[in-house]
């Protein structure tokens, strides 16, 4: 079965800082892999995607991913915060079920608090 | 973003009643799941559904039931309500392939008291 793991469980930077919210994976094969945001008392709003081609990808609102299949791991990226990335930030494997229906296993989340 | 609604948006209960919680979408999407939301738990799957009358369990099922009678349409049932499903449930959708985007509810935060 997969599992997606997010070592920090928050984070604090200060505004116009680069940050670097990491993740890990474990799926036996080439993974769907997934950032979602959720502001205070939201829903949750996908960043950006992977599961082939470039191993770095652009997202929404600035944020880039790097999928590293060496280190199991798909770590988010911005190089200036802005006040209003602070948030809630889930990264998310996607795979087949033993049922075969295709579902996403949620990390437990990295809450980013922004300094001004 | 896809139009995803969840009814009701809050509610209070009792332990012991029976609580429906629905979701609606009108993108057509073939998957439809829940999701309870808990601190330090991130977002946990339910049930889900991956066609009408189409059904599976996920990683916290018990205590829960669902029922798709139309593609727009997945209902979470708690049959007799307990304390510990106190949580924000939030609904989510996807058009079908892996890979595909899942469009998330607005979310209902339900307290059993």
């Known amino acids: 079965a997969q599992s997606v793991t997010q070592p920090d469980i928050h984070i604090t930077v200060s505004e116009g800082a680069s940050l670097e919210l990491r993740c890990n994976y474990s799926y036996g094969a080439t993974p769907y892999l997934f950032w979602y945001v959720q502001s205070p008392g939201q829903g949750l709003q996908l960043l950006l995607k992977y599961f082939s081609g470039d191993t770095l990808v652009q997202g929404i609102k600035g944020f880039e991913a790097e999928f590293k299949r060496s280190q199991s791991s798909f770590n988010l990226r911005k190089p200036s915060v802005h006040w209003s990335d602070a948030a809630e930030y889930f990264c998310?494997?996607?795979?087949?079920?033993?049922?075969?229906?295709?579902?996403?296993?949620f990390g437990k989340g990295t809450k980013l608090s922004v300094i001004p | 973003d896809a139009g995803i609604t969840q009814s009701p948006r809050h509610k209070v209960t009792e332990t012991g009643t029976p609580v429906t919680l629905r979701c609606h979408q009108t993108e057509n999407h073939r998957y439809m799941y829940w999701y309870r939301q808990d601190p330090g738990h991130g977002l946990r799957l339910i049930h889900y559904?991956?066609?009408?009358?189409?059904?599976d369990k996920g990683e916290v099922s018990d205590g829960y039931s669902v029922s798709r009678s139309k593609t727009e349409d997945f209902l979470l049932t708690l049959e007799s309500a307990t304390s510990s499903q106190t949580s924000v449930y939030f609904c989510a959708s996807q058009r079908g392939r892996a890979g595909d985007t899942q469009y998330f509810g607005p979310g209902t935060r339900l307290t059993v008291l």
């Open positions: 998310a494997v996607g795979a087949y079920s033993g049922a075969g229906s295709y579902q996403l296993t």
């Open positions: 559904s991956y066609g009408v009358k189409d059904t």
